[in-house]
Structures are given as C-alpha cells and as structure tokens.
Nanobody, 128 residues
Framework: QVHLVESGGGLVQPGGSLNLSCVVS????????IGWFRQAPGKEREGISC????????????SMKARFTASKDNRDNAEDTTVFLQVDNLEPEDTGVYYC?????????????????WGQGTQVTVSS
C-alpha cells in the first residue's frame, strides 16, 4: 500500500526558506507523479507543482515557479522515493498546510481529482 508522509514544515520568519519533503513508500508503479498543494486557513486548496517519476517538474503558475522548486531524489529501483519542495522568500500569505499527493501516469495530471493518495500534510507558519 502506498504511503505519503510530508515533513519539514515549521515556523519561519518572512523572507526565510524551507525545504519540505514527501517520502513515498510502498510503490509498485513505474510511472507516477507527485503533486504539492497547500491550503491556507479559510481558503481553498491550491496546487503548487507536479513532479513526474522521471524527475521533471511543472508549476501551477508563474508566481509559484518564481519561489517554489520541486525536485526528486535520483535513486533507481528504490522501494521508496522522496520529492522535495524548496520554498524561498517566504511570506505570511504562504502560511498553511502543505500536502503531497500521488497520481498514476507518466505525465502530470490536469485535474486535482486524478490524485488518488494524499499525505497528512505539514504545517508551515510564516510570522515574525
């Protein structure tokens, strides 16, 4: 059974950086993608990025691409893998719970409902 576990969140001052991790275990798929999402208090969940099993990443908007960097570890034939999300120049508006999720296929999905497995999330709080 596939499990996703996020970590790396915490309290950070404005202008700071964080490196979030999503450990994906129990995989039997050769082709999959891992998306990063966030949900701020009182707001809808929004997409940040998607990383394909081959390692390439795409971003949901130019503004996300400017401050967020998604990447994947390069281990081959591993039973688990880690996808990272580097967030720079954090702003109070970045506060929220950050989630990773898995979808089938070699290309990133177009629709959020295509992600079938979600982690529990990691809290990011940006405050002075």
């Amino acid at each position: 059974q596939v499990h996703l576990v996020e970590s790396g969140g915490g309290l950070v001052q404005p202008g700071g950086s964080l490196n979030l991790s999503c450990v994906v275990s129990g995989m039997t798929l050769d082709y999959y993608s891992i998306g990063w999402f966030r949900q701020a208090p009182g707001k809808e969940r929004e997409g940040i990025s998607c990383t394909e099993s081959r390692g390439g990443s795409v971003y949901d908007s130019d503004s996300m691409k400017a401050r967020f960097t998604a990447s994947k570890d390069n281990r081959d034939n591993a039973e688990d893998t880690t996808v990272f999300l580097q967030v720079d120049n954090l702003e109070p508006e970045d506060t929220g719970v950050y989630y990773c999720a898995m979808a089938f296929g070699s290309s990133c999905p177009v629709e959020t409902h295509q992600y079938f497995k979600w982690g529990q999330g990691t809290q990011v709080t940006v405050s002075s």
